[in-house]
């Protein structure tokens, strides 16, 4: 097992649309728009669970809280991406072409 990491102070560090449960948690849940329950979620053990409906803001959230835990080694992504919104392809595209730096 992976050795449990102090997480950045004050995490998670963007407020948004989302609940934290315990930082020690691995595990990260992100909606594409479809309703959750988000607190059951983290009361089940999650680290945080919310959703991603913008593929700007959302997915900028998104990174900054789960770079931020160090603890976070896996995101569960689920549901229907809102209409209009392309958040899950452009985290696809993200995981498949990396940052131009």
């Known amino acids: 097992m992976a050795d449990k990491k102090s997480p950045a102070s004050g995490w998670p560090i963007i407020q948004g649309d989302y609940h934290s449960g315990s930082a020690d948690s691995c595990v990260?849940?992100?909606s594409f728009g479809s309703h959750?329950?988000?607190q059951g979620i983290c009361d089940a053990g999650a680290a945080i669970c919310?959703?991603?409906k913008t593929e700007n803001l959302g997915l900028e959230k998104l990174i900054a809280n789960t770079?931020?835990?160090p603890n976070?080694?896996?995101i569960i992504f689920c549901g229907t991406e809102v209409k209009g919104h392309l958040s899950g392809q452009s985290l696809k595209a993200l995981h498949a072409n990396g940052v131009e730096g």
């Open 67 to 69: 770079i931020s835990n």
């Open 72 to 74: 976070i080694r896996f």
């Open 50 to 52: 919310g959703s991603c």
């Open 28 to 30: 990260a849940v992100c």
């Open 36 to 38: 959750l329950d988000e």
